[in-house]
């Protein structure tokens, strides 16, 4: 097997990232039945050695493209949703083999707000079960594969669509996040990965009946403007009624910023390599003009006891709404051990359910209160380098496992409970040659600073280059 996997060539999509796909179908330089062609290919050109489709629908794709295209700003891009999301006809199988396949009935709103931006949908991409790890991987089949080494992780739980859209098979493709799931696999892969503010995007059915809802629907692209224009897409679709308007961002924000760098985690300690590269950064933002400062974190460790509570109780809940969406089709005696442990932890926790929900719908306060003179906050998004396969693997006992991802994701959690945006962005390289990441976080509604940050980082900083001898 190839150590890197990628597709692109000299086809009709050649570099281009979907904001340049979508306006090259708009002036008629590339038809959208070329852009599916193309992406069909690519896609199956590297998904044999990537495994990153849950289920391929093609001939849809080709259907649509052969037709109107719409208005949507992405009109005619080939794109996939993850198999956590319904879209009628097509199964949901939420990355776990307790579910056998059998097609949803109707589009869960936030499948409807993603496909309503135009995009040709080519099928769906894998996840772990039900999200809650932050590898894909499972006990009962082969992993999906990180393009930039095919023996090392690609993060989680989007997993499926950072590996297809860093390969270049896809331009951009759907990703949502519960405590990391966009941010994790944008850092393993190279890419860009926006958490939007909670609620801002329509949600899955039923989470914002939960007493923390944590999952915020995106994007994993390539580039900073494909995340612009797809954040301005979306809010033209369905605006927030309860947040600021983000507007279409297209580079660099004029005004210099105060921005806290937070070095170190409550839970472990940090690798100095990853420390090094979030120093990298706060360099070039005070060489920019930016005002830094280093903070502590704002969250301690009573939080990750709380959050890894909540997270228990995430699976149990998810099991019972399988068995009442799936019926005979749920088998739970097929369900990872992870997941069944996950429950089992809540379970055996449960007396502590109700403080723990009384203080985690406390952080947004707190979460607010680390912006009141602050900007933004720098970050590691995770905080160690990738790891080869099998290190977040589900066959693992429950307790090492448990522990290795408390202490990997230590950064990305705060941001779900406290209801702000976030965004990972390519930096650097790490020791094992792997693409480098860092993290910012912003005030609850103000994913705008965050894209303008990104622009110029990404100006300051070009993002790595898969088809490149190193990141």
Same mark, same amino acid.
């Given at each position: ?10 086809? %009709? ?74 879209? %009628? ?76 859209? %860093? ?108 420390? %090094? ?195």
């Amino acid at each position: 097997m190839a150590t890197r996997v990628h597709s692109f060539t000299d086809d %009709a999509l050649g570099t281009l990232d979907a904001t340049g796909i979508a306006e090259a179908i708009g002036a008629g330089a590339m038809s959208a039945a070329e852009a599916a062609e193309a992406a069909i290919a690519r896609v199956e050109s590297v998904n044999p050695q990537l495994g990153a489709t849950a289920f391929e629908c093609f001939d849809r794709a080709r259907a649509q493209t052969s037709g109107s295209l719409g208005s949507g700003p992405f009109a005619g891009v080939p794109s996939m949703v993850k198999d956590n999301t319904d879209i %009628a006809g097509l199964p949901s199988c939420h990355g776990s083999a307790a579910i056998r396949p059998h097609p949803a009935k109707v589009d869960f709103p936030s499948g409807a707000q993603y496909l309503a931006q135009g995009f040709a949908l080519l099928g769906k991409t894998t996840l772990c079960e039900y999200g809650l790890t932050a590898s894909t991987e499972w006990v009962d089949r082969e992993p999906t594969r990180n393009p930039w080494n095919t023996y090392y992780s690609v993060g989680a739980s989007s997993g499926g669509s950072a590996a297809l859209v %860093a390969s270049g098979a896809l331009p951009i493709a759907h990703a949502n996040d519960g405590g990391g799931s966009i941010r994790i696999p944008a850092a393993a892969a190279g890419l860009v990965g926006l958490k939007p503010s909670r609620e801002r995007h329509l949600d899955q059915p039923g989470v914002r009946r939960l007493p923390v809802n944590l999952v915020a629907e995106g994007a994993l692209t390539r580039t900073v403007r494909d995340t612009a224009r797809f954040m301005a897409g979306m809010e033209a679709t369905a605006p927030s009624p309860d947040l600021p308007r983000i507007g279409n961002v297209t580079g660099p924000g004029e005004r210099r910023l105060e921005i806290g760098v937070l070095r170190t985690s409550d839970l472990t300690t940090v690798a100095p390599e990853v420390v %090094a590269t979030v120093d990298s950064v706060a360099e070039l933002l005070v060489a920019a003009g930016h005002r830094v400062s280093e903070i502590a974190p704002p969250a301690g460790v009573q939080f990750s006891r709380d959050f890894t509570l909540y997270w228990g109780l995430s699976a149990a809940l998810l099991m019972l709404e399988s068995t009442l969406s799936h019926g005979r089709h749920f088998d739970p005696r097929k369900l990872d051990p992870f997941t069944k442990g996950l429950a089992k932890h809540w379970a055996k926790n449960i007396h502590k359910t109700a403080p723990a929900v009384r203080r985690l719908r406390e952080i947004p306060a707190l979460y607010d209160a680390a912006f009141e003179d602050l900007d933004l906050i720098l970050s590691p998004t995770l905080s160690h380098p990738t790891p080869k396969l099998g290190v977040m693997s589900p066959a693992l006992g429950f307790e090492e496992l448990f522990d290795r991802l408390e202490k990997y994701v230590s950064f990305t959690p705060f941001n779900n409970v406290g209801g702000g945006p976030a965004i990972s962005l390519p930096h650097g390289a790490t020791s094992n040659g792997m693409p480098g990441s860092v993290h910012f976080s912003a005030a609850r509604g103000d994913e705008a600073t965050l894209l303008q940050i990104a622009f110029e980082l990404e100006e300051a900083s070009p993002f790595p280059d898969i088809t490149k001898a190193s990141p």
